[in-house]
């Protein structure tokens, strides 16, 4: 089992910064994975890195403003968004899973563990 808390949600204008943390506790696990759902659609993908290597993948919505990182030694995750947007408002959720191959890193389903999620909220 992989226990994951996400934190660092909130209120923000647009054109604001948040940075979202998310805390891993139990099995090794390789890759990391943010996704978010705003009220009434579906579930999406934003980012993912591998945690070993560190070889990232962003959401074309999200290139150029959002970053994800990770530190091996705290075993958290973060994701850091520029330029946020009122469209980017939604729970965002962090995801670990040990085996997931390149061509399935975007898809919910292939990861195993989850956060409880946080609201991000952006005002215009």
């Known amino acids: 089992q992989v226990q994951l808390v996400e934190s660092g949600g909130g209120l923000v204008q647009a054109g604001g910064s948040l940075r979202l943390s998310c805390a891993a506790s139990?099995?090794?696990?390789?890759?990391m994975g943010w996704f978010r759902q705003a009220p009434g659609k579906e579930r999406e993908f934003v980012a993912a890195i591998r945690w070993i290597g560190g070889r990232v993948y962003l959401a074309d919505s999200v290139k150029g403003r959002f970053t994800i990182s990770r530190d091996n030694a705290k075993n958290t995750g973060y994701l850091q968004m520029n330029s946020l947007r009122p469209e980017d408002t939604a729970v965002y959720y962090c995801?670990?899973?040990?085996?997931?191959?390149?061509?399935?890193?975007?898809?919910?389903?292939?990861?195993?563990?989850w956060g409880q999620g946080t609201q991000v909220t952006v005002s215009s």
């Open positions: 995801a670990a899973d040990s085996n997931i191959p390149t061509s399935s890193v975007t898809r919910q389903y292939n990861y195993d563990y």
């Open positions: 139990g099995r090794t696990f390789y890759t």
